[in-house]
């Protein structure tokens, strides 16, 4: 492979690490708003405090969209770690390519040297 689909497949491993990076963060911080939702819940209860049914209600449709969205990003990690595992294996590859292309030129310089 040439210099520019060498620099072409890390550019690809580059941008691909900074979408997990971001989506690691963005389900950190959903995972931070449910428990803090849950706790707001959970100690509304524990004081007797019965909340009135519309915030009940939005904060039930508010942990249900956050489930929704820390479901959708696992999968997506999912699919990152995928990709990460394909790009591992096309450097394996390249490696190796390197390699046999590196033996390849040294078998025809001691041809030509004959």
Sequence with gaps: ???????EIWMK????LRT???SKE????????????TAEM???SRRGVLPNPGDA???LQALARLSSAI?????????????????????KRIEMDQLIMDQIREQLR????V
């Design 1 to 7: 492979m040439n210099a520019r689909g060498d620099a």
């Design 13 to 16: 491993m580059l941008e691909m």
């Design 20 to 22: 997990i990076r971001v």
């Design 26 to 37: 963005k389900l950190e911080e959903l995972e931070r708003m449910v428990n803090r939702l």
């Design 42 to 44: 959970a100690e509304a």
């Design 57 to 59: 209600y939005e904060q």
């Design 71 to 91: 479901e959708r990003i696992g999968r997506e990690m999912e699919e990152l770690e995928r990709l990460e595992r394909k790009i591992q294996a096309l450097e």
């Design 110 to 113: 001691k041809k030509l040297q």
